[in-house]
């Protein structure tokens, strides 16, 4: 699938706000990924696709998350966890996306998981640090991607587990498990 028509299909689901978002996050995804050596063509299709359920009902994503056997502990948390695990579904099922890795990039771009991949790391980050994003920390990982993609995802996991914490949110088991394996392992 080319970039036009992937586009074409994810601007159906999408606000114009969001779709501008994911505009962003792919020209962010496309460099990284010319810059740390991953498959640009990879990076630039899950970058497309990673919020393609962002605006679906929160009672058909959970309908998807119980029938598809997706770990039921998510239910338990925060609802804006749920399109990135969908959305890997919906990708494959309505757009006939089947390659793994950009469906992992896609199912773990908001909690992580130990042992991402590179291309993961990428659309979690691109995620993160795309242009139009404005908020506090968010610059000192831009900085920190120019030197290290480890540094800079463990600087943003960081970041997202502080802000919950401050909110008073609970925070997903698996954001908490990918810093712990970040920060165990990065120089590896």
């Not at 792919?26 to 605006?55: C, R, S």
């Not at 494959?92 to 996306?97: F, L, Q, S, T, Y």
């Not at 908020?135 to 800079?152: H, K």
């Amino acid at each position: 699938m080319n970039r036009d028509e992937a586009l074409a299909i994810v601007k159906k689901q999408l606000t114009e706000h969001r779709y501008l978002h994911t505009v962003g996050v792919m020209e962010t995804a496309i460099k990284l990924a010319d810059k740390y050596g991953a498959d640009k063509k990879k990076a630039e299709l899950a970058a497309i696709f990673h919020d393609y359920a962002k605006f679906r009902p929160k009672e058909e994503m959970k309908e998807i998350i119980i029938r598809e056997g997706m770990p039921g502990d998510l239910l338990d948390y925060n609802s804006e966890l749920w399109h990135a695990p969908v959305g890997a579904f919906l990708t494959e099922k309505e757009a006939g996306i089947n390659d793994i890795e950009v469906l992992d990039a896609i199912r773990y771009h908001t909690s992580g998981r130990p042992g991402m991949t590179l291309l993961e790391k990428i659309i979690y980050l691109a995620d993160y640090i795309e242009p139009g994003r404005h908020f506090p920390g968010v610059d000192e990982v831009r900085d920190l991607v120019q030197t290290s993609l480890d540094i800079a995802l463990i600087k943003s996991v960081q970041n997202t587990i502080m802000f919950l914490m401050k909110k008073g949110q609970p925070v997903f088991p698996a954001s908490f498990q990918t810093y712990n394996d970040l920060v165990m392992n990065k120089g590896d």
